[in-house]
């Protein structure tokens, strides 16, 4: 695991060597155990390690036998022991035992599609000295972050978004990308909230030749086929595959944590990492302390944990907590993230790091087996319409009355109304925050397009209309959400954070069976949870679904109600000109320490005014002129 950062250049020039340092500077929270580089006229990538395989001979970066292709990687190849078999049988000489490693001989195999042969989170940057060529690709569900900006200078690309503003001017603020966040509580998509800087999207190759073009080759996997298969022999081969996938995650010389909140995700990946590890592992789990019902959850986890014989490390998270770990995430995540779920899950990457270099998470399970709540709305407005004419529920959506956006909803086909999971400042609420030269420079674009094209091609894809929503929520949530904040949050405590549940035949598996396997009777992840009632104690086998609460609308309404207001009414954040200050205040005063979207919607602004003020408004080379939009 590591960060790793490079340009390429259109005139060959001393500075570049300068440039490539201040990259990796940005990165070395990501990888604490060494730094290797490479130059040539022109062309200068480099590397940050975390030694976690082959800790003596892994460095980077990785060449080929005539060392004219050199390549770095972050992230683990999880096949790369048949692939190695492979490539010294056709004669490849391999220099140490790294799984990165094979990464440099498939390219010389399969040149710009090598990428088709891997199997893991990875992020490749390879650069063809013969060829003068320069690829980048990302792995097919976007685990681990890859971007790059293009500017007359020529190209650079980095883990993380501060490594990639290190190279040249700062960007301004892409209005159309904090639109989108303000919708999703993050910048999805292609486009990250700087103008120009953008993401390889996950399962692409990027191509930049010697000429200077660029070009996208596509490996995004299609959809499996179906699997013909009973409910219990779905289970079986759940069960099996899920076992196989965590034991590839566990390959590494160096101990493993697991990250525990209670529930069947979670639970089920510390049972297949116990069954062959026995007790080396560690579980960690955190909660806010008087806040609701953290006793019954935390019991939950530790009678899981226990059942295996694993230490579990609580955390029991307070309001100081809270605000140590809100002022500090936002500069780790280095984008503007408006989960609240981050604030316990950077307390626990914190405390985990003390003990362990990689730990595995139960992220992705609700995207493969329908685990957030609400993909049964669908079956709610089928049954609903069948019941109520549309004559009816046409004057039903335009009254005040009870059941009017239940009407609503049911007017609309599903890939219209669906925008997926996470969602906050809706229309028209999201219009109304804007300054008005804001609104005006907006008035066409329709951040939720985002989600109805992924909605769309899923179903071109084959998928039926629960494969559909989950594939929205795969495209628009989970790589640049979810799996974002987990890499981050890890990686800047030197941790290394792995996610079975997205393994190629756990995915293959999901993608392949019929959606009554994964909802059934208003219930998700039906499939898992008869695999957690083989191995898990009952209790987190039937779980609801929870993750790491965190109460955000009482903590912004009491403890950190100060904080909020200040850091979004100030001078600094009246002066930047986006937002109405009275939309503001009200947000502000409709916080009333009940659990409600208000709070989610206030965290999401505040969120963005502590990255603007701890990132880019910091960056090298930041002046006045472009501290406020268009100003």
Not at 22 to 44: C, K, N, S, W
Not at 256 to 282: C, F, K, N, T
Request: hydrophobic share 45%.
């Amino acid at each position: 695991m590591c960060g790793i950062a490079g340009i390429v250049e259109r005139d060959a020039h001393q500075q570049a060597r300068d440039e490539l340092g201040r990259m990796l500077d940005a990165l070395r929270h990501r990888g604490p155990d060494d730094e290797g580089t490479f130059f040539a006229p022109g062309v200068a990538i480099g590397m940050r390690r975390l030694a976690i395989v082959d800790p003596i001979g892994g460095a980077q970066p990785f060449y080929s036998e005539d060392r004219q292709v050199v390549a770095v990687v972050n992230g683990e190849i999880y096949n790369h022991v048949d692939l190695r078999r492979g490539l010294e049988r056709r004669g490849h000489i391999f220099a140490g035992a790294s799984d990165a490693e094979v990464v440099v001989h498939l390219y010389e195999e399969r040149g710009v599609d090598f990428a088709a042969e891997l199997s893991g989170m990875y992020a490749v940057a390879i650069y063809d000295s013969q060829r003068r060529t320069l690829v980048l690709a990302r792995d097919p569900l976007g685990i681990k972050p890859l971007l790059w900006r293009r500017t007359g200078l020529g190209v650079a690309f980095a883990s993380e978004l501060r490594a990639v503003m290190a190279w040249g001017d700062v960007p301004e603020i892409n209005l159309q990308a904090l639109d989108r966040y303000l919708l999703y509580r993050t910048a999805v998509g292609e486009e990250t909230i700087l103008e120009g800087i953008r993401r390889v999207p996950p399962g692409r190759t990027l191509v930049l030749d010697a000429s200077g073009r660029l070009e996208f080759r596509d490996r995004r996997r299609h959809l499996a086929p179906a699997f013909d298969l009973t409910a219990e022999q779905a289970v079986d081969e759940l069960d099996r595959r899920l076992g196989l996938a965590v034991e590839r995650h566990l390959q590494g010389d160096q101990p493993i944590g697991v990250l525990l909140s209670g529930g069947v995700d979670s639970g089920l990946v510390l049972h297949y990492a116990a069954r062959v590890m026995g007790g080396a592992l560690q579980g960690y789990t955190a909660g806010f302390a008087g806040f609701g019902d953290e006793g019954e959850e935390f019991a939950v986890t530790q009678a899981t944990a226990a059942a295996y014989g694993i230490p579990l490390t609580r955390l029991e998270l307070d309001a100081e907590d809270a605000e140590r770990h809100l002022l500090a995430l936002n500069f780790d995540i280095d984008e503007p993230n408006g989960d609240p779920t981050a604030l316990p899950l950077r307390a626990i990457a914190e405390r985990a790091a003390v003990d362990v270099p990689v730990v595995l998470s139960g992220e992705g399970a609700d995207e493969l087996f329908a685990g957030y709540p609400g993909y049964d709305e669908p079956l709610v407005v089928e049954r609903f319409s069948r019941l109520v004419p549309r004559m009816v529920r046409q004057a039903l959506a335009g009254s005040p009355l009870p059941g009017r956006g239940l009407a609503a909803r049911s007017l609309l086909a599903l890939r219209d109304r669906y925008l997926g999971v996470g969602m906050s400042w809706r229309d028209p609420e999201r219009h109304a925050l804007y300054r008005p030269e804001i609104r005006q420079l907006l008035h066409d674009h329709r951040p939720g397009r985002l989600a109805a094209d992924a909605f769309a091609a899923a179903q071109a894809q084959g998928h039926d209309w629960l494969g559909s929503m989950l594939q929205v929520d795969r495209e628009v949530w989970l790589a640049d959400e979810a799996l974002l904040k987990l890499d981050r949050l890890t990686m800047s405590f030197g941790l290394e954070a792995r996610v079975p549940y997205l393994d190629d035949d756990v995915v293959e598996l999901a993608d392949g069976l019929p959606w009554t396997y994964k909802l059934q009777a208003g219930q998700g992840k039906w499939l898992l949870r008869q695999v957690a009632r083989r191995h898990l104690p009952a209790e987190a086998a039937l779980r609801p679904k929870r993750g790491f609460p965190t109460p955000i609308t009482r903590l912004l309404s009491g403890p950190l109600r100060e904080l909020a207001h200040d850091a979004l009414t100030d001078d600094t954040a009246r002066a930047r000109g986006l937002f109405e200050p009275a939309a503001v205040r009200d947000a502000l005063a409709r916080l009333n320490g009940r659990p409600s979207q208000d709070g989610r919607m206030v965290y999401v602004l505040l969120a963005l005014e502590l990255w603007l003020r701890q990132v880019y408004d910091t960056a090298p080379g930041m002046n006045a002129r472009n501290a406020r939009y268009g100003s």
